[in-house]
Nanobody, 117 residues
Framework: QVQLVESGGGLVQAGGSLRLSCAYS?????????MGWYRQAPGKQRELVAQ???????NYADSVKGRFTISRDNAKNTVYLQMDSLKPEDTAVYYC??????????WGQGTQVTVSS
């Protein structure tokens, strides 16, 4: 099993920055090959924001390219999402996600990010 705990959300003005953290733990973390951040705004479907693959490759949604950066610290078992130049449309609940080599998917509880105009 894998447990994911997010932190770092909050309220920020447009143009500001936040860094989200996702601490992962459990007996199966050695099987994780993809970690990512998703978000869900009110009335909208959950969408992929950024992913980092075990080899270090990253993927980003077009809407956040150039503004958000995903990174992983294996020594701390933590994945980060640095969010810069935030916009009101970035307001959502952000979820940490992990996928393992057996196609199991794990989710964190979510952290609220609110960007005021």
């Amino acid at each position: 099993q894998v447990q994911l705990v997010e932190s770092g959300g909050g309220l920020v003005q447009a143009g500001g920055s936040l860094r989200l953290s996702c601490a992962y733990s459990g007996s199966s973390i050695f099987r994780i090959n993809v970690m990512g951040w998703y978000r869900q705004a009110p009335g909208k479907q959950r969408e992929l924001v950024a992913q980092i693959i075990s080899g270090g490759n990253t993927n980003y949604a077009d809407s956040v390219k150039g503004r958000f950066t995903i990174s992983r610290d294996n020594a701390k078992n933590t994945v980060y999402l640095q969010m810069d130049s935030l916009k009101p449309e970035d307001t959502a609940v952000y979820y940490c996600n992990a996928e393992d080599v057996r196609s199991n998917t794990y989710w964190g509880q979510g952290t609220q990010v609110t960007v005021s105009s």
